[in-house]
């Protein structure tokens, strides 16, 4: 596996190619057959252990999660457009009338 700083595009068409890998026979699998493998929490007899384990566990988890949101386009998140435009934005009123008119040179 290469290793880079560089973007790395994921595609309507990779998703589509992972989302029919993780429908086949296969692919059903391998979820559940990561989730066996995720580190398993200790007693809390050592708070400083069960502290590293419960960060590694959630990792995994985030990992397992970031694997199936792969093979689904993530909506954009809406815009906000807010029903109270700025009072200084001319364009959002059309009253006709300039807080900064243009100037006219004499």
Do not use: C
Not at 66 to 94: F, G, R, T, V
């Amino acid at each position: 596996m290469e290793i880079t700083n560089e973007f790395l595009a994921w595609s309507s068409d990779d998703e589509a190619k992972w989302n029919n890998f993780l429908n086949s026979e296969t692919g059903r699998r391998l979820i559940p057959k990561l989730a066996e493998s995720a580190p398993a929490l200790l007693d809390g007899g050592h708070a400083n252990k069960t502290l590293v384990r419960n960060g590694e566990l959630r990792g995994f988890q985030i990992a397992l999660r970031e694997l199936i949101n792969l093979s689904h386009a993530q909506p954009l998140p809406p815009q906000h457009i807010s029903p109270y435009p700025a009072l200084e934005d001319d364009k959002s009123w059309s009253d006709g009338e300039k807080l900064d008119p243009p100037q006219k040179d004499n």
